[in-house]
């Protein structure tokens, strides 16, 4: 409750949040703060940390209806995926331009690997591909996995509705003789 409270005031104020304000946003005494959190450093890592867990974009993956086009699945998952990705962005960005450092004596390591995060993630994707897997190439765990890459590689300037259209179907309009 605390970290969720704190996560919106950390995003906009960085280091400069208070633990007074983070309180009241949580509607709890300053103190309680304090019995939960060693001091702020450690609840600013705790609010990176819950900005990077993969929950909330592998709910919002998996409540993509699967009776929808696969070019729609695939773009809503690359919508929830996106606003997972500038989440975790603007919280570590504000931190670290605010002077929060990671892994300085004192910080606790964060839980979790990045590893196992891209499989969750995969693993959400792959079941989105799963009813049309008679039309994949590839298994539907590969294809996740070349579709997460892309993502992640993807110009800004490309839209998700492209960046969907030439995953599926190629960057050829027609077939090659």
Known sequence: MIVAAALPLVA?????????????????GEATIFRVFADKDELLD??????????HAVTEIASIP??????ERLADAADALSAHLARMGTVAGVLHS????????????????????MQ????????LL???????RLPAEKVSKVFLGLLFVRSA???????VEVFLHGAIKEELA
């Open 12 to 28: 906009e104020f960085g280091t400069a949040v208070t633990t007074s304000q983070i309180a009241r946003a949580a509607g709890i």
């Open 46 to 55: 705790a609010c990176m940390v819950e900005a990077m867990r993969p929950d």
């Open 66 to 71: 699967l009776d929808q086009p696969l070019a």
């Open 98 to 117: 605010t002077g929060h450092r990671r892994g300085e004596p004192g910080v606790r390591p964060q839980p979790g690997s990045r590893e196992a995060s």
């Open 120 to 127: 969750l993630i995969g693993d959400a994707i792959a079941d």
């Open 130 to 136: 799963e009813p049309d897997q008679a039309l994949l």
């Open 157 to 163: 300037v490309l839209p998700t509705s492209e960046l």
